[in-house]
Every structure is written in C-alpha cells, then in structure tokens.
Nanobody
Framework: QVQLVESGGGLVQPGGSLRLSCAASRSIFSIFSICDMGWYRQAPGKQRELITFIGTGGSTKYADSVKGRFTISRDNAKSTAYLQMNSLKPEDTAVYYC???????????WGQGTQVTVSS
C-alpha cells in the first residue's frame, strides 16, 4: 500500500513550468501535519539529492541549484505538498520523489517518484 503519491511529471521544454503534487493516503492523514515534507530528485547515474523541504511550521529551504526557480508549499487540510517548478533546465531532468518525515517519532515515507524530462 503506497503512502505518498506524486503526480504532475512529464515532458516540458527548457524554460517551461511544471507543478508536482504529493498526496498522502488516508492511512497517514493523522501524521501529515507533524511531518516535514521534502522533495528529492535522482538523475540517471546520480545519487538522490534533497532539493527543497518545508517544515511543519512552514519554514522552507532550497538547494542552490533550484533556489529562485522552485517553490515548495503544503496544504495540511488536504494532506498534500506541492512543488512549483519554473524556468526549467535540461539538468532538472530526473525522477522526483516526495518524502514525509518526523525524525523524533520515527516516521518516514516515500513516494514512488514521477519523471520530469526537460528537453527540446
């Protein structure tokens, strides 16, 4: 049973935009609001990297590679996190994964990933 489901990936031209969603299943609705939410990506032959996260209180951090272009947000009422991606570059091509984590309580969940391809 999958706990997080990403959607919104696809093929886009350089300079284009895409919005990813990460929806939590009903089974983890009760803990979504106390989890930090993160977006990771993994390009072919590369390690998975954290690109952004949003804390339970709404604070955000971004990797230098995406700062100014990507925006993370969350809607606790809908148990959903989002990643708005603008000014996309070919180097953004990767599988994007959603992560929910509460390190103190020992919760961590991953989505199965959604492919983003930036190409002409």
């Amino acid at each position: 049973q999958v706990q997080l489901v990403e959607s919104g990936g696809g093929l886009v031209q350089p300079g284009g935009s895409l919005r990813l969603s990460c929806a939590a299943s009903r089974s983890i609705f009760s803990i979504f609001s106390i989890c930090d939410m993160g977006w990771y990506r993994q390009a072919p032959g590369k390690q998975r990297e954290l690109i952004t996260f949003i804390g339970t209180g709404g604070s955000t951090k971004y990797a230098d590679s995406v700062k100014g272009r990507f925006t993370i947000s969350r809607d606790n009422a809908k148990s959903t996190a989002y990643l708005q991606m603008n000014s996309l570059k070919p180097e953004d091509t990767a599988v994007y994964y959603c992560n929910a984590r509460n390190g103190v309580l020992g919760y961590e969940y991953w989505g199965q990933g959604t492919q983003v391809t930036v190409s002409s």
